[in-house]
Every structure is written in C-alpha cells, then in structure tokens.
C-alpha cells in the first residue's frame, strides 16, 4: 500500500535548537515535497526534490536545508530554530509525472519556544 | 505567474444541503487540476483530478468541472453530510509544481 511515513509526529524544542524532521515513502515516486501549513497561509512549498541527491528550493526556503538520501528519504532539517517556524509540516511524494497528486504524510507538528 | 484562487474562506450548511465551492484558476500551461481535502489531524487527501482531456471528475458523491472559458474549477455536491467537515483545497499542476488555494472550511452545522 502506498505510504509517506513522517517522524516525529510531533516535536518540541527551544529557540537556536537544532531538528530534523524525516520522512519516507514507499511509492517508488521521484518527487518528494516539503510544505508548511499555518492559518490564514494554506500549504507553502519549502524544498522538493527529484531524486536520491538532488534538492529545489520551493518558495519559503528560508531557515531550512533538506537532503533527499535515498529515493524514499528525505529530510528537513531546521539548524537554528525559531519560533516563527513554528507550524504543521507536510511531506508528500509523487511520480512526477505530468498530472501525478502528491500523496501526503499525516504530518508533523513543530513548537519552537 | 499561475495563480489558483478560492475566495470562500468558510462556507456553512447543514446536512442535505447543497454545496457550491468556488475555484478560478490562471495558467499559461494546459491545466491539470485538483481538489483536495483535509480532515482534522490529517495530511491533505486527493479527492478528484481533471484534466483537459476529460473536463469532469467525480468521486465521493463531489463532483467539478473544467471551464476553460471561464478558467473555473468549481466543487459541488448535490446533499452534504456531517462526514464532509473538513478544509477542501483546490489546486493547480503547474509544469510540475503544484499552486495551492488558501482553502475552504466546510462545517456542516447539526
């Protein structure tokens, strides 16, 4: 069954900390996604990547790095927190293809205090 | 640049009602366009794709229509249930990228 697993599902930390967020999918997909998601803004791109090494910035990039590993692995890490990253983060994959849906993660929720 | 928008931040019925949701699109590509919807506490779930090459798509009792002469993408569903509450999404495949509307709120009073 098609799956994109995110851990933790959710996480606390303190301003200037360090996190990394994970995630997985089991689609065989190229593409994967990172997206933010806060009131008032919907769901906003931050980096997605086409495959194991390659990385694009979406269009909030700013205070994330993300590194795709594997095809099934790619993470957002957050080096210097801060609490206006403070949010519901989505990862999702898809083929890739022209009219491919993204399949979505259950999310994770981050508090930077 | 593309742009999906949905001006219905919030629409409420009650149950059997008729739902109406408003999408409007721009986009110099040939458009493939979705509608997504998110339950509490979950990711956001496809719930029907259209294309230019089949203008409709149904799922669920939902239903929308591509207007290429208009550049709509409306939601409807003829009798709305309390198991519909949830944020629906319309969205635009643009060249490989998805454009998100800000969403609309369905709370189906009791």
């Known amino acids: 069954e098609a799956a994109v697993t995110q851990s933790p599902r959710n996480k606390v930390t303190v301003t200037g900390g360090n996190v990394t967020l994970s995630c997985r999918q089991t689609n065989s997909h190229n593409y994967m996604y990172w997206y933010r998601q806060d009131t008032g803004h919907g769901l906003r791109l931050i980096h997605y990547s086409y495959g194991a090494g390659n990385l694009q910035i979406g269009d909030v990039p700013d205070g994330y790095k993300a590194t795709r590993t594997t095809q099934e692995d790619f993470f957002l890490l957050l080096e210097l927190a801060s609490p206006s990253q403070t949010s519901l983060y989505f990862c999702?994959?898809?083929?890739?293809?022209?009219?491919?849906?993204?399949?979505f993660g259950e999310g994770t929720r981050l508090s930077v205090l | 640049g593309d742009s999906v928008t949905q001006m219905q931040g919030q629409v409420t019925l009650s149950e059997d009602d008729f739902l109406f949701i408003n999408c409007t699109y721009s986009t110099t590509w040939y458009p493939t366009l979705f509608w997504y919807v998110q339950y509490p506490g979950e990711g956001p779930q496809l719930l029907l794709k259209?294309?230019?090459a089949n203008n409709k798509g149904i799922s669920r009792g939902f239903e929308a229509t591509y207007d290429k002469r208009t550049t709509s993408f409306h939601l409807q569903k003829a009798s709305v249930q309390e198991s519909d509450s949830a944020v629906y999404y319309c969205?635009?495949?643009?060249?490989?990228?998805?454009?998100w509307g800000s969403g609309t709120k369905l709370i189906i009073k009791p």
């Open positions: 969205v635009l495949d643009s060249n490989y990228q998805l454009i």
């Open positions: 999702a994959s898809s083929e890739g293809n022209n009219n491919q849906a993204p399949l």
């Open positions: 259209v294309t230019t």
